[in-house]
């Protein structure tokens, strides 16, 4: 059992958490009542997951641990999804979460796993990864 050498008996190994990326679309279209619900989403996710969030519409602003509510956020402009791949692409993660409306200018491709968390209800074909509602 050579996968089994340096156990110790009575204790339990456990694989590191994910370190995931979160991005906030920190665009003008992004209001209070939205960020509350990606705040909640984001302590939810802290339980599981190492996480590191960043906002950006169409260059990244902040990148943070989350201590708490996420706001007010920094940005207001147009959208730009590109920054944050290009982050990712450049440090260690393995896996994005993307908060957004999903208005603004898509990346050809993702280098990593990445969820799309949409907030309104209306249609929207993600570039690439899954698609998800944020929802009450």
Known sequence: FRERIGEIPGRVRRPPRP???????????????VLARVSREVRALGALARVTVVECDAVVHRVYRPQGLIGPVVGGGDTDFGPVFGYA???????????????????????????????????????FGRVTRLYD
Not at 19 to 33: F, T
């Open 19 to 33: 370190r995931m990326l979160v991005a906030v679309d920190s665009s003008g279209s992004i209001g209070s009542e």
């Open 89 to 127: 692409q450049r440090s260690r993660f393995d896996g994005i979460v993307y908060f957004t409306d999903g208005r603004g200018l898509e990346p050809d491709r993702s280098p990593l796993p990445t969820l799309w968390v949409v907030t309104h209800d209306g249609p929207w074909a993600a570039p």
